[in-house]
C-alpha cells in the first residue's frame, strides 16, 4: 500500500440525482454502446500498427542504422511508450466504469458480519472493484473493524485494493504477456487472502489501539447516489483524466529508463545478480523494495527490461509486490491505530507470502 | 451549533493530500463568491475524521450532515448544500 501511489485517490463521480425512466436509461445506453463499437475499432486499428509505426520510425524516417544499441533503444521506446499509455487509457476507463458500482460503503456492508474464511476471499476480490485512495486508509480501517468487518477480512481488503491495481495489470499484460499478468493478479490475491486470514487467526484485535474501538463508526446517513449511465461514463472518464494524467509521466520515463537498458545492457548482464541462482536475490529484492517510492506505473517498465537481461521472473515478481504493497510512510500512518505488534505482523506475514512467491516462481519459471 | 442560525458550519475532513487541499479551495470559492456566512474549518487529525464515521478523505460535513466522502465535490454540489 503506497502513499505516494495514490492514483485512484478519490475518483470524482458527479452526482446527480437524475430519475430516468427504464426506458430512457435503455436508449441511453444502446447509444454509448453504438458510440463505442467504432471507438474500439479505430482504437484496435491503431494499435495493431503501432510496431510497423515504430520500426518507420526509427529505420525510414530517423534514417538509424539497424542492429544497433541507439536504434534499438528508440524502436524499444516508440514501440512501448504509446501501446501502454493505450492500454492504459482503455483499462482504467473500464475500471473507471466497474468501480461506479462500488463504494467503501457498500463494501463494507457486503463484508459485515461475514465469516472468515469466505470473507478474506469476498474481501480480496472486492479490493481490486472498490475505489480506495490511500490516503484514507485508516478512516476504512477503522470504519470497518467498528462495524462488524473482523479484523483479518479488513486486512485482506487492505493489502488487496493497492497490489492488485488496474496499472500494474496494464504494464504487466502490455509488457509481460497475459500469462505474467494473470499469475500476478493469481498470486496478489492469494496473498491478501491468507495474509488476511493469518491475522485474524492470530486474534490481535488487543492490538490496535484503544481510542479505535470507542468510536461509533459507521451508518453516517450519507445518502446512496444513484447513478445512470451517463454519469458512469462520465466516472470513467474523470478517471481516466485523473489516473492516466497522474501517471503517464511515469510511464513515459519508466520506458525510457528500460529503453536504455533493452539497448545498452549486455544479454545476461543481470543473471548472476537477480537470476535464478542467486537465492539471497529474493529476500534483498523485497528488502529493497519496502522503502522505495515508487509505483506501479514507474516500476514495472524498469522490471521488463531487468528480466530481458538475465533477472529471474520470481525474484522481479518479488521485488515489485514489495514495492507496491509494502511501503513504509503507509505503515507510519497505520502506526496510528494498530501498535507496533501488529504492524510487525502485517510487514512480516506480507512479506513473508512475497518471498515465497518469488521462489515459486524462480522453481517453476 | 444552533446559537447563530445562519452562521453554517461546514468541516472539511481530509489528512491533508493533494486532494483535502483542493476541496477546501473550492467550499471556500464557492462560499465566497455565493456571499454566505459560514465557519469553515479543516480538520486534519485522523483520530477526529474517524469520529464523523467516514470511510474516505476529502469528506465535506455541512452543519453536522455528512455531504460528501471520497471525492472533490462539484461547485453546483456545493451551491446546493449551502442553500436553505
Redesign the interface.
Known amino acids: 500500500m503506497k502513499i505516494i501511489n495514490n492514483t485512484q485517490c478519490c475518483n470524482a463521480a458527479s452526482n446527480n440525482h437524475n430519475n430516468e425512466y427504464t426506458s430512457d436509461k435503455k436508449n441511453v445506453m444502446r447509444r454509448y454502446i453504438l458510440y463505442a463499437i467504432p471507438v474500439l475499432v479505430i482504437w484496435w486499428l491503431i494499435y495493431q500498427r503501432l510496431s510497423d509505426f515504430s520500426r518507420a520510425v526509427t529505420y525510414t524516417f530517423l534514417n538509424l542504422p539497424e542492429g544497433n544499441h541507439l536504434s534499438s533503444a528508440v524502436e524499444f521506446f516508440l514501440f512501448e511508450t504509446p501501446k501502454v499509455l493505450m492500454l492504459l487509457i482503455l483499462v482504467v476507463f473500464g475500471v473507471g466504469i466497474v468501480r461506479s458500482f462500488f463504494t467503501p460503503e457498500k463494501t463494507r456492508k457486503i463484508l459485515a458480519g461475514k465469516k472468515e474464511s469466505a470473507g478474506n476471499i469476498l474481501a480480496a476480490l472486492l479490493g481490486i472493484v472498490t475505489p480506495f485512495c490511500s490516503c484514507s486508509a485508516v478512516p476504512l480501517f477503522i470504519g470497518f473493524v467498528t462495524t462488524g468487518v473482523p479484523l483479518g477480512v479488513t486486512f485482506s481488503f487492505l493489502i488487496s485494493a493497492p497490489m492488485v491495481n488496474e496499472i500494474a495489470l496494464v504494464l504487466l499484460y502490455g509488457l509481460f504477456g497475459w500469462k505474467i499478468a494473470a499469475i500476478y493478479l493469481g498470486t496478489g490475491l492469494l496473498i491478501a487472502m491468507i495474509a488476511g486470514w493469518v491475522i485474524g487467526r492470530l486474534r490481535m484485535e488487543r492490538h490496535l489501539e484503544e481510542w479505535v474501538l470507542q468510536i461509533q463508526a459507521g451508518g453516517n446517513g450519507m445518502v446512496e447516489e444513484n447513478l445512470n449511465w451517463t454519469n458512469r461514463i462520465q466516472y470513467g472518464i474523470d478517471a481516466v483524466k485523473e489516473i492516466v494524467g497522474k501517471v503517464w509521466f511515469y510511464v513515459v520515463l519508466g520506458i525510457a529508463v528500460g529503453a536504455g537498458i533493452h539497448g545498452y545492457v549486455p544479454e545476461g548482464f543481470m543473471a548472476s545478480i537477480m537470476g535464478k541462482g542467486a537465492w539471497w536475490s529474493v529476500p534483498i529484492a523485497v528488502l529493497i523494495g519496502i522503502p522505495m517510492y515508487s509505483n506501479a506505473a514507474g516500476i514495472i517498465p524498469v522490471v521488463h527490461a531487468l528480466i530481458e537481461k538475465g533477472a529471474a521472473l520470481g525474484t522481479v515478481l518479488a521485488f515489485m509486490m514489495a514495492v507496491i504493497a509494502l511501503s513504509l510512510p503507509e505503515m507510519v500512518i497505520l502506526r496510528k491505530v494498530l501498535k507496533p505488534a501488529l504492524i510487525a505482523t502485517f510487514a512480516g506475514v506480507v512479506g513473508f507470502g512475497i518471498l515465497i512467491v518469488g521462489y515459486l516462481f524462480n522453481m517453476l519459471i | 451549533m444552533m446559537q447563530e442560525l445562519d452562521f453554517m458550519e461546514i468541516k472539511i475532513l481530509?489528512?491533508g493530500?493533494?486532494?483535502?487541499k483542493q476541496t477546501e479551495e473550492i467550499v471556500r470559492q464557492v462560499i465566497a463568491d455565493e456571499g454566505i456566512a459560514a465557519d469553515v474549518e479543516k480538520v486534519t487529525d485522523?483520530?477526529k475524521?474517524?469520529?464523523?464515521?467516514?470511510?474516505?478523505?476529502?469528506a465535506v460535513i455541512v452543519d453536522g450532515?455528512?455531504k460528501c466522502?471520497?471525492?472533490?465535490p462539484?461547485k453546483e454540489?456545493i451551491k446546493t448544500w449551502i442553500k436553505k
Open positions: 481530509g489528512p493530500c493533494p486532494k483535502c485522523i483520530m475524521i474517524a469520529g464523523y464515521g467516514v470511510f474516505g478523505t476529502p450532515e455528512v466522502v471520497g471525492k472533490i462539484k454540489d
